[in-house]
Structure formats: C-alpha cells, structure tokens
C-alpha cells in the first residue's frame, strides 16, 4: 500500500515530502482575465514554473519484524535456529525540483530515497523516469538524483540570503500522494535551528501549506526562483499543516549539491575546535556584557585553529562576516565551507577584538584493512567515527566505510556505513578497544552495530 512518507520527531515535526519549482526572471502576471474584467494571478508564472517540479516514488524491501526472542543471537544459537530473513515491499511517495535540465539532476530530501532500492520521478506530463542516486547527504537532508535529461524544465535558483521576513513564497508539492499542489504564504521567520530535525539547521519558516507528502519540494518567490526545498513542518497533534513549515534554504542547497555531484559525499571542513554557546553566566565570568558568540572550550593539537593561533576561551563572533550567535551559527557555517576555504574570524579575547585567518581542512580519520583485526572482518574498510566540536553530534565507534561484497566481512552481516559500537558487549571507540574486544573472544564474536536510524546484533562463529 502506497504511503506518503513522513518522519516523525519528539516535538511533533516531523519530514515531508513536498515539491515545486520556479523559473527566474519569470514576471508575475497578477492581471489575468477572467469574464472580462481584470483578476490577480499567479498562472503565469506556474505554467512556467510547476514542469520543473517532480513526484518521487520509491520502492524498497524492508524486513518484517519476528518475536524479539527470535532475533537474539544466543537463543537462535542454542536451539541451532536456522536464520530466517522475511521481507516485505514498502512504497513511498515525495517530491523533488529539477535543477539542471541537460544533465537531469533533481534536487530532494535525503529522507524521501533514503534505503529506496528504486526511484521513479513522475514529470507534470505524466512521464515516468528511473532515477539513479548521485549522492546524499543525511547532514542536511539533501540528496540528488539523476533522469535521463529528455525535455526536461528546470528551476532558476534564487539568493536565500536576499530574504526578508514577509516575502511572498509559493509551496508546490504533493501531498498525500493526491498529485501536484500549489499552496501560498508568506516567510514568517529565517535562521529556524535548534529543532533537532537534521545536524546542519538553517529553515525557513513559512505559513505556505504543507503537508505529508510535500517533502524535497519546492519553496519559490513570486519570480518562481527556487528559495528553500521543503523538509519539515511542526504538528503537535502529529497530523497535517497548522502554519509552521520549513524549508532549507536554496544556498545551503547549492553548496551541498555541487558537492554531491562532485564527489558522491558532501567533504566537510574542520577547524579542530571545542566550542559551546555564550551564555550569560560565561559572559560575566569573562567580563563581556551584551555579547553573543560561540566559546572556543578546547583547542585540538596540529589543527588549523591552533596553526591559527586560535586559544581556549576565545570568543568567536563573526565568521566571514557573518555574525555568530551560537555555536548552531557556528557548524553551519564551518561544516559547509569547502576543504581549502580561508575563514576570517572575529574573536574577542581578554575583552579586545581581534581578526584571524584560518584555512579550513578536511577530516583526516584514521583507517585501518579489518583483517588487521581479525581474519572475519578481512574485506571491509574501517575508520574511527569521530566528534569535532563545530560538526553535529556523532556518535563515537568504529564506521565501515568500505566492503567487498562476498568478503568475509560481507559474509558476517556487515555493510557499508554500519557503525561498530561494542563486541561481545565490550564498547569499541577506536582501534586499539576493538583489538582489545576481538582477542578476548574465544567461540565467536557478538557484534553491535548501528544501522540508519536502528541497531542490531551480528553473531560471528
């Protein structure tokens, strides 16, 4: 049965799936002609406008969940259980915005092709197309598929930062899979973070309506260019739109989806820096008054802020001449600067402001070929999960980043992005811990890994 997919948070937000597209330059004809006599209108722009806008379908086999006792390791062991792996279809409905015409890449949530073993795009002619994946990016909740790029329109993408509180924007979507809809609205608030929805927050709130179903559409001006991809709306009750909806703004978009083009993943800089938010007890323990910022807490050793001179107890308050007022100011900037990006830096140190120039790098992680390990991960890739004090939460453990298939590793269970969190019930955060676990293992190993949103064990004989 066909579902329109929504992903639902502690508050009640929760992720749609949504589209819509725009054209710029497009004049917005608000005279149209209707019996005669002149009646506003935002036709002309749609009929330029809504062919750019696509519905997503995706098909995918998930498992069907059994009795808890079955899915224990040690009792299927026991009473010599043969392993059973019932599946079932799940289909999904979503929204995307076609951004390149001549190459056909469609601009959508990563949540609406997440896990999707395939991905149809339905064009406002009816045309259905199979699309392959180019690259997503869970971070921000970007992701880019590609068509055949056969009589394609695309959208005109507009400056998100050229936006003002009262903007007219227009929602084009599908919401509850009932095909595509135009909603309109105003913007009612920029710079939304904090809600806990995706690691990198930067919405656009709107009252334009939108609903499940709408997600990886489009936010368009009355230009019909691109302003935001709606993600999210707030529903306490967990059901439709009340008139608080998100969307990502086109420029975070834009940095991510050239990346994902680029390179299939989004490569985020780092500073090698601790930071936590300026609050008011901290500001008068440094003697700083009517003063926002992100605290610098620790400085990692050979990084580019200690290359920079960068100390404990630094103030940041500007990044490129952007203000910071917190440290979620601070990880959306740093976390989608390019690799090889100068960042000028305000700080206020000792209570005098001082300018500094820092050269963002990329994450260097350490990797190690698992049969280092043990003989039953030969095959797969490991590296250590790390935290960065400007990135998002991760959680600490060992990722696997590469496997071949028909490995040993791929033989165990093991896939690519699985996260190691503990053997035999011994927690791993680096390299030397999982030696550590694996030796002490004497009949075989009870892996724990994270995989997307959920957990499970693998037992290794």
Not at 263 to 286: P, S, W
Not at 415 to 439: G, T
């Amino acid at each position: 049965m066909k579902k329109s997919c929504a992903k639902y948070f502690s508050l009640g937000l929760f992720l749609l799936f949504l589209n819509t597209t725009g054209t710029a330059g497009i004049p917005v004809n608000l005279l149209g002609t209707a019996a005669g006599q002149e009646m506003p209108s935002l036709a002309p722009m749609l009929d330029q406008v809504t062919p750019a806008v696509v519905n997503i379908s995706t098909r995918s086999r998930v498992k069907v969940k059994d009795n808890p006792l079955l899915s224990d390791p040690f009792f299927r062991y026991f009473f010599n259980l043969p392993q059973r792996q019932r599946e079932r279809e799940s289909q999904s409905l979503g929204s995307g915005v076609i951004v390149d015409a001549k190459e056909g890449f469609i601009i959508t949530n990563n949540h609406v092709i997440d896990k999707a073993d395939e991905i149809t795009v339905t064009l406002r002619d009816n045309r259905k197309l199979k699309a392959e994946l180019i690259g997503r990016d869970p971070e921000t909740d970007i992701a880019v598929i590609k068509v055949e790029p056969t009589k394609l329109s695309a959208v005109e993408l507009s400056n998100s930062d050229a936006l003002r509180v009262g903007d007219f924007v227009i929602a084009i979507g599908n919401p509850f899979g009932l095909g595509q809809t135009v909603t309109s609205g105003i913007v009612s608030a920029l710079g939304r973070s904090g809600l806990g929805i995706e690691g990198y927050e930067d919405f656009i709130q709107t009252d334009a309506s939108i609903n499940p179903g709408n997600s990886g559409g489009a936010l368009v001006n009355l230009r019909g260019e691109l302003v935001g991809i709606n993600t999210a709306i707030l529903s306490p009750g967990g059901g439709g739109n009340v008139g608080i909806g998100f969307a990502i703004p086109v420029n975070m978009v834009q940095d991510v989806m050239h990346q994902l083009i680029k390179h299939g993943e989004v490569k985020r800089g780092r500073l090698g820096i601790y930071v936590q938010d300026l609050t008011e007890e901290l500001a008068n323990a440094f003697g700083l008054k009517n003063l926002k910022g992100a605290v610098v807490s620790q400085v990692m050793d050979e990084s580019p802020a200690e290359n920079a001179g960068l100390r404990a107890g630094d103030v940041i308050v500007q990044l490129n001449n952007r203000i910071v007022d917190s440290t979620g100011d601070l990880r959306n900037i740093i976390g989608l600067l390019r690799v090889g990006s100068t960042v000028d830096m305000e700080i206020v140190r000792n209570g005098k402001r001082k300018n500094i120039t820092v050269v963002v790098t990329e994450q260097a992680r350490q990797k190690i070929n698992g049969v280092k390990i043990s003989k039953h991960l030969e095959g797969a890739e490991l590296a250590i999960v790390e935290e960065d004090g400007t990135n998002a939460n991760r959680t600490n453990g060992i990722e696997v980043i590469d496997i071949k298939k028909d490995s040993a590793a791929w033989n165990t269970g093991l896939r690519k992005n699985d996260i190691i969190m503990s053997v035999n019930r011994i927690r791993v955060r680096d390299f030397d811990e999982l030696k550590q676990a694996v030796q002490r293992t004497r009949r075989g190993m009870l892996i724990n890994i994270l995989r997307g949103d959920g957990g499970l064990f693998l037992l290794v004989q």
